[in-house]
């Protein structure tokens, strides 16, 4: 046992046998490194990645490879998922030194930590043009040894070009109705018609561009926009990268068509994919949305859901394929002849032609993943549901992925909104139980006295290190979604708390911008900041949002202020790089929206007068972007919204406002299903 032993992260504790000497990421790390006169081997990765795993098989639990290291460097191994701060900082050198970026990465430092020569994955033998891992570590240690003032030269400039970098922004307006009708024309040139999503392989699932797309079509009526939600949409859930069987998506598509995933599943994804086929199903009606949003519902509590009511990172791409060898996909792939032994002979070819199992197979090995392809054929409903839970029932005995239990705080956010809004949408209680579950967790055991988040915890016990701003930001954005899904108002006065810390801690007071680390938190080479949206809201984006929900909520003019300034970047890289600020699009267009503000006042406490739930439910089911909803009783002051809101005529009231105007009371829920769709 090395010291990861005693971390809490799954991730690095799977590398807590091996033979090299490990250290976490730690001020002792470098003490030792100086005092050794040793450069620090940084190795980054996370626990679902199926290239770490690979390296870690190849060279970490090689022996004479882990002698080497532990003789010539001090080695330090970080969990992404846990410092996504470290991560950012060398993923952007690596990025400007390489071109290109990924995981595991590698990256040899000074005993200052600054970084000098860089790299991903590297085999335990020369291939594809590629060194050998050993081959790195010999040249890297003979530089150390031989060059030493070439090496302090070299990552003194590359630490002086980092330090340089700007973020280049168009003042701190927010976007208006142009730039956002730019940024639309920009995703229709990038658009796949025929397949749907953006850009070729691989493909990834465009989750906050689709909020931004229905959201544009919410406020504008621009069918375009509504088409390229709901075509990418049914193409996914048609996909191989939609779980057939049990719901929930994989990371992304190794190829255009959305065939073959890449078989990790991640918390982050689903929690953002399932709130947009619910808000799709807001929007259209469809079926399809309807079924895929309580399916990945389900898939989120039934299998990632933990001990202590949060949810887990991530479930591995590999698994056993029943000979003790670890293959990626083995838990979801299938041949016609394994369909056949499980159904007969008849229902297996059934099973086949329904999800386009071939004999030559779609994947590897002659196996296939499921998928939907057939839209025009006719088939027994019956039928094919025994289909599904009788081949359901027989993968859940084979060997399941691995699970990395840690509960990271920004992610269990994103999915207290999902499920708090999926099961207020689908009447659906035991969703919002599970909301309010992981509420209670994070409030529990990642907040302290100062309201002050920790970035992780696992089975209940918090990790050591503080939350970064996607993380306050993203539970903020959960508890806002559940005080309106609920009528609490006691999620409102946490994401407060927490959005105060956004503004004296992340935010920079002479332009409004925000920063990923707190002013207090650990100083790194580079202070980290980056605004664009890549598998999840980056916190500038998610800032904004959650800073303009609660300014709606409060009327509080420095929060509102503040979103204002943050959405700054995107009147700059919205018409520029529209794929890659999906969300602050999509925050952009509640702000020209209103956004709008729902009070909705009752006779009584909660929610058990009918009148008064159909009001909340035809609220929370507008379309108008961003929009808040408090609902509880005339005489309450858990919510601002509702002070001075009558009943009418002593009936259950709505009350709809926007930009200081309010709209006339009513007591029907038509007339508040047209005010809050009017554009």
């Known amino acids: 046992m090395n010291r990861l032993a005693h971390e809490t992260s799954p991730y690095l504790l799977q590398h807590s046998d091996n033979p090299v000497d490990w250290w976490p990421w730690s001020a002792e790390a470098f003490d030792e490194a100086r005092k050794t006169n040793r450069p620090v081997l940084l190795s980054v990765g996370y626990s679902s990645c199926h290239w770490c795993h690979v390296m870690a098989h190849e060279s970490f639990e090689d022996r004479a490879t882990a002698d080497y290291l532990n003789e010539h460097f001090v080695s330090v191994k970080v969990d992404r998922e846990e410092r996504p701060d470290v991560d950012a900082v060398y993923m952007e050198a690596v990025q400007a030194a390489t071109g290109q970026g990924g995981w595991p990465m590698t990256v040899f430092l000074t005993p200052d930590a600054e970084p000098f020569y860089f790299g ?9 043009g590629m060194p050998s891992f050993r081959q790195v570590l010999e040249g890297v240690q003979q530089a150390w040894s031989t060059r030493r003032d ?5 990552a003194g400039k590359i630490v002086r070009d980092l330090a340089q970098r700007e973020i280049v922004r168009q003042g701190d307006r927010a976007p208006e109705a142009q730039e956002l009708a730019q940024a639309l024309l920009g995703l229709t040139r990038e658009y796949d018609p025929q397949r749907g999503g953006f850009g070729g392989a691989p493909k990834f699932p465009p989750s906050m561009v689709l909020e931004f797309l229905l959201r544009h079509h919410a406020r504008t009526g621009a069918e375009g926009a509504l088409q390229m939600a709901q075509d990418t949409c049914e193409r996914m859930a048609r996909g191989g990268i939609y779980d057939q069987l049990g719901g929930g998506f994989a990371r992304y598509s190794v190829d255009r068509d959305w065939v073959v995933p890449h078989f990790e599943k991640m918390l982050y994804d689903n929690a953002l994919l399932c709130r947009v086929y619910a808000h799709l199903w807001r929007a259209t009606g469809s079926d399809l949305a309807r079924r895929v949003a309580l399916e990945t519902a ?7 859901r933990t001990s202590d009511g949060g949810f887990a990172s991530a479930l591995d791409a590999d698994s056993d394929d029943g000979s003790g060898r670890h293959v990626e996909g083995a838990y979801y792939v299938w041949t016609s002849e394994r369909l056949r032994a499980v159904l007969g002979d008849a229902d297996g070819d059934l099973a086949a032609q329904y999800f386009g199992v071939t004999d030559e197979g779609t994947f590897e090995h002659g196996q296939s993943v499921l998928q939907l392809p057939q839209t025009n054929s006719a088939f027994d409903a019956e039928k094919i549901t025994s289909i599904r839970e009788r081949l359901l029932a027989e993968r859940a005995g ?16 994103l999915t207290v909104a999902a499920l708090a809004e999926t099961g207020a949408y689908f009447d659906r209680p035991d969703l919002v139980e599970a909301a309010l579950g992981a509420a209670d967790l994070l409030v529990r055991v990642h907040l302290d006295e100062h309201a002050r988040l920790a970035r992780t915890s696992k089975d209940g016990r918090v990790g050591p290190n503080a939350g970064v701003l996607e993380d306050y930001a993203d539970v903020a954005e959960g508890f806002l979604a559940l005080a309106s899904v609920t009528g609490e108002g006691v999620w409102l006065d946490f ?38 949206d890549n598998a999840t809201p980056s916190g500038w984006t998610a800032a904004a949002g959650a800073l303009l929900g609660y300014a709606a909520h409060t009327g509080s003019e420095p929060h509102r202020t503040a979103a204002e300034r943050a959405l700054g970047i995107v009147k700059t890289l919205g018409p520029r790089v529209p794929r890659f600020i999906g969300w602050g699009l999509a925050v952009a267009e ?31 089911l507008g379309t108008a972007p961003g929009a808040v909803v408090a609902v509880g009783t005339a005489e309450s002051d858990e919510f601002p919204l509702l ?14 406002c926007r930009n200081f105007t ?16 009017r554009r």
Not at 120 to 128: L, M
Not at 662 to 673: G, I, M, N, Q, V
């Open 120 to 128: 991903t994955y590297f085999p335990p033998a020369p291939r594809h």
């Open 150 to 154: 070439e090496v302090a030269e070299v």
């Open 298 to 304: 389900d898939f989120l509590v039934r299998e990632l």
């Open 398 to 413: 084979r060997p399941a992925p691995g699970r990395d239990d840690k509960v990271v705080a920004a992610w269990n956010g």
């Open 495 to 532: 994401a407060g708390l927490l959005l105060d810390h956004v503004l004296a801690r992340f935010t920079d007071p002479e332009t409004g911008a925000l920063f990923d680390t707190a002013s207090d938190a650990e100083r790194l080479i580079r202070r980290p900041q980056d605004p664009t």
């Open 590 to 620: 509640a702000l020209l929206d209103g956004p709008k503000e729902v009070a909705v006042v009752g006779p009584g406490p909660g929610l058990a007068d009918e009148k008064t739930a159909a009001l909340h439910r035809t609220a929370l």
């Open 643 to 656: 002070a001075d809101r009558p009943l009418r005529q002593g009936e259950p009231t709505a009350y709809v």
């Open 662 to 677: 309010c709209d006339a009371p009513t007591t029907d829920p038509e007339r508040l299903r047209a005010s809050l769709s």
